[in-house]
């Protein structure tokens, strides 16, 4: 008996890959090349364009911060910060902080500061104090630019960053109150540098089944406090706090969970997070020589 032979066809063949539209042109690419994505969408440009920007607005800071007036209310604010440097030089005794106008009734951490580079500086008060305030203004475009960079997600979280961030830089009262609006922007750069590590705080719930690190809440809470040692109206910053995890539970209440994962889902949360109450509090007192006498 005799069987005709027919043609081999393996059963591994592999159709021939269609040409990219790099390479429709007849141009062959090396083995593996991958087209690269639009320059728009390249994470790299993004980050150095921004840190570009920065340079360049800590440059403009830098030669024009004389250029600034005083402002009304100023003088309270450079008699209120170094009256609470004698409160810390003499450890209390020294209370003439505690009775000067209704400046006690606030925290004194950012008016610490600028007294204490006022002492530090070859240059005069007011000049010294335009400085330190527009620096502090940069800082609030770092803390913008990196909720949004978190919240957008690897794939576009570096251009929202720079759109964010460029976007506070360009806004003139952002700017001009920098450098000598002592109370709301410090107090809005803490508020923004809170949100910033309590994005990071959700995130952690979402990717770490024991949630964040403690470094994001002990971030959390120093950042916090220093919010409460500006202006004690911070402390609607624990709205946000709460409300993330609440969010967290009721994430897995929607996906199925009873009332008893709920619970333990929330006694883990209160497990993780409650450092970030006393080390807020703490800061808190320590910036405020009031709330030092007055603790509750």
């Not at 209310?73 to 450890?91: C, F, I, K, N, T």
């Not at 809170?194 to 120093?222: C, E, F, I, N, Q």
């Not at 109206?233 to 009721?250: C, R």
Request: proline share 7%; hydrophobic share 50%.
């Amino acid at each position: 008996m005799t069987f005709a032979r027919t043609p081999d066809t393996p059963s591994n063949t592999v159709p021939h890959a269609q040409p990219s539209l790099g390479n429709r042109a007849g141009r062959s690419a090396p083995a593996g090349a991958v087209d690269a994505p639009p320059f728009w969408r390249r994470p790299a440009l993004w980050d150095i364009a921004f840190w570009l920007v920065l340079v360049a607005a800590v440059v403009v800071v830098s030669c024009t911060f004389p250029d600034f007036g005083i402002t009304f209310d100023e003088p309270l604010h450079v008699e209120y910060g170094q009256r609470a440097l004698e409160w810390y030089a003499s450890l209390g005794k020294d209370r003439a902080v505690l009775e000067f106008q209704n400046l006690y009734l606030y925290g004194a951490l950012f008016d610490t500061v600028e007294a204490l580079a006022e002492n530090q500086q070859p240059l005069d008060v007011y000049a010294t104090r335009r400085l330190v305030g527009g620096l502090t203004g940069l800082l609030g475009v770092l803390a913008v630019r990196r909720i949004a960079k978190d919240m957008a997600g690897e794939e576009t979280g570096s251009r929202a960053g720079f759109i964010a961030g460029l976007c506070l830089l360009l806004i003139p009262d952002w700017w001009g109150h920098s450098f000598a609006n002592p109370k709301d922007v410090p107090f809005a750069v803490a508020a923004a540098w809170t949100l910033s590590w309590l994005v990071r705080v959700g995130r952690g719930l979402d990717a770490d089944p024991k949630g964040p690190s403690w470094g994001s809440v002990v971030m959390l809470g120093l950042c916090f406090g220093m919010a409460l040692g500006i202006r004690v109206g911070g402390v609607l910053l624990a709205g946000p706090i709460v409300l993330v995890a609440l969010a967290h539970v009721a994430k897995g209440v929607l996906a199925g969970d009873d009332v008893r994962q709920a619970g333990a889902t929330f006694w883990r949360l209160v497990r993780r997070l409650w450092i970030a109450a006393p080390l807020a509090y703490v800061v808190m007192v320590a910036a405020w020589p009031w709330a030092q006498v007055n603790p509750r």
